[in-house]
């Protein structure tokens, strides 16, 4: 029964720690409420290209926050061409975010009229023999008084195509993350 108990526990820490897929950096432990449509996006969540099409809502539960964030979604399963690695697609870099009145199922969501400095577009990984899920990761930051995409980073920003986001936030001059979630979307997933 003490074992039992123990290893549930522990399975629910690593489970509440998860915010963003093991090895990524930089790790983040606080939850960003992800939500497209009614359906919740818990770590790790498989979902249907379909489903993901549209920008999602966004929030966070039992949270204080005051100011402006800066939204990050980024695919980091992208196939290098001519290679075996993998390289990653920045799919949102959107600024303004604000905590709102409006409330989704106990989340205070996060609202912005900004389309940029890169509009959102949803997952849609190509076929790839074997399967290979995409983990596309969402980063909600502090975002600074005046922030602008520094000099260094517009053209990965404008391409989309190879963002090193540490490098980004060091850059940008971003704190850490303070909340971050993720899903999955099956490569060659057509629905």
Request: charged share 10%; no cysteine.
């Amino acid at each position: 029964m003490l074992f039992t108990t123990i290893a549930s526990l522990l399975l629910a820490a690593g489970t509440a720690v998860a915010q963003t897929p093991s090895g990524f950096t930089p790790a983040v432990t606080s939850h960003l409420d992800v939500y497209y449509g009614s359906t919740y996006i818990t770590p790790g969540l498989m979902m249907k290209k379909s489903a993901v099409a549209k920008q999602p809502v966004i929030g966070v539960t039992n949270g204080n926050l005051t100011g402006k964030y800066l939204l990050a979604m980024i695919d980091i399963d992208v196939k290098g061409s001519g290679s075996t690695g993998r390289t990653t697609v920045l799919h949102a870099l959107l600024q303004d975010f604000t905590p709102s009145s409006q409330k989704q199922n106990g989340t205070t969501v996060l609202t912005s009229t900004a389309t940029g400095p890169s509009s959102y577009f949803g997952p849609a990984p190509p076929a790839e023999q074997p399967l290979h899920p995409h983990n596309y990761i969402f980063l909600l930051h502090a975002q600074p008084d005046g922030f602008a995409v520094p000099s260094s980073q517009r053209s990965v920003v404008q391409s989309r195509l190879g963002i090193d986001w540490n490098k980004f936030m060091a850059d940008a001059k971003l704190s850490a993350p303070l909340y971050a979630n993720y899903l999955n979307v099956q490569s060659g997933d057509n629905t």
